[in-house]
């Protein structure tokens, strides 16, 4: 039954995939769009995910130097001289696979009464925007999905869809709280059951969490705009219901026929040496206890050579070094989870927001939570050796440093990690100036010593949309970094 299904989510993709304009998917009646609510769901859920973790998520960790790109459009990024090219394929994906297929879901939805659909479609609809926004600030949004009438929609403000993320969120869980015709359950890749009864009794509760959860990360990317509201709204979302444990976070499997997003990436363009472990990143884990014991995680993250060295490539090389490591199994696997929102990286959240309004026992405790439940996730154990060094914090001892260090391990390749850095830069410091953690320039950079601060508009869109799309530079900034 699992294979099948992910036979028929990747046979959707296909489908989706295949149209290359808005104009296309909204004229061709073919599309998957024209199918029910329950044929949609899984193949927007599964093109959701996989623009979460896909392209986007391979520059962004070479940015933050988990992953050094010596090869192509990666070693283009490596060197800060963006591509025009780099970007098209997440904004495709999430507006023509993503965001039009969502809107035929609502419509639907709300014709049938299914609400616990519709609830669902708008928090992926609310996530999509604020991932966007934190790639490329103003995007098309109120216009975006009508061609035939608008066929160049304008920018909406970075900021007004920032609220729009917090409002469908508010929606979402408003929805899921009504009573619905019919609930996903099988159909549901996020937070999959049997069928709608356990759906309604296991999923329904989770997906709130979910929404609260994503909530907490939006206000919280504030924190450069409004330190104390910011982590006051951050701390109000995550008493209001969110995740307890790991086991309430969503846990993405694809499967033996269908891999998630890294590992084909990894067998492919990895082994044509487009990419490389950085050594920065190795060398942040390495003796990370004490001299000799390594953090519990890098086995998990990095396969060692056949000597059982860890030898990385160095930010800004050119080529892998020889004997040099390749990616761990907790990602370079077929069925390896494919993350969302995990639990450690809400109480690391709740522990940056709790000591930006002076809660340091609160942020203390939700530290050491994360840290714990960061080990438990990635190498299935706990090391007390490990807890007793670095999530044993007090009061007195937690610092910002402290959460954002951790907080990066636990987020290696997930795009979230360099939203993080960005806001942890000094406000108004130059974009030479690194945030948390501490990263170097590339040594090959072509801005003068400067980080990029912000993804440049994907070519189609500069060519389709000229008249709209804003005049900027990888060295612009999003609204939220001052």
Known sequence: MKNKIFSFLLTMLLVLNSCETFDEINTNPNQATD????????????AFVYGLNGESAQFTSILMQYLTGVLGDQQQVNNYAFVVDMSDATWNRFYTNCLLNIRNIKEKSEELGAFHYLGAAKI???????????????????????????????????????????????EGIADLNRESSTSPSTNDLIYRANNETLWRQNSHPKWIMLANAMKARYHNHLSKVDPSGSAAATLAAIDAGTFASNADHPVVLFGSEFAGPWFPFFQTTFGENNVAISQRFIDLLRDRVEEGVDDPRLVFFVTPSTGGLYLGTPNGSASRPTGSVFPGPYLNSREAPTPILNFSELKFIEAEAALRVGQAARAAEAHNTAVAASLQRITGATDENYIARYGSETAGSITLEKIMEEKHIDLFLQPEAWTDWRRTTPVGASNTVSGLPF????????????????????NREVVNNSVNVPNVSNLDRIFWDR
């Open 124 to 170: 992926m609809e609310a996530i999509i925007i604020g991932y966007s926004v934190d790639l490329w600030n103003d995007i098309p949004y109120s216009e975006a999905l009508d061609l035939e009438n608008i066929p160049q929609p304008r920018f909406d403000d970075a900021a007004i869809l920032y609220q729009r993320v917090q409002n469908l969120l508010d």
């Open 439 to 458: 990263l170097e320039v590339s040594p090959t950079n072509t801005t003068q010593g400067a980080f990029p601060r912000r993804f440049i508009y994907p």
């Open 35 to 46: 199918a029910s609510i329950q044929v949609i769901f899984p193949a927007v859920t599964a």
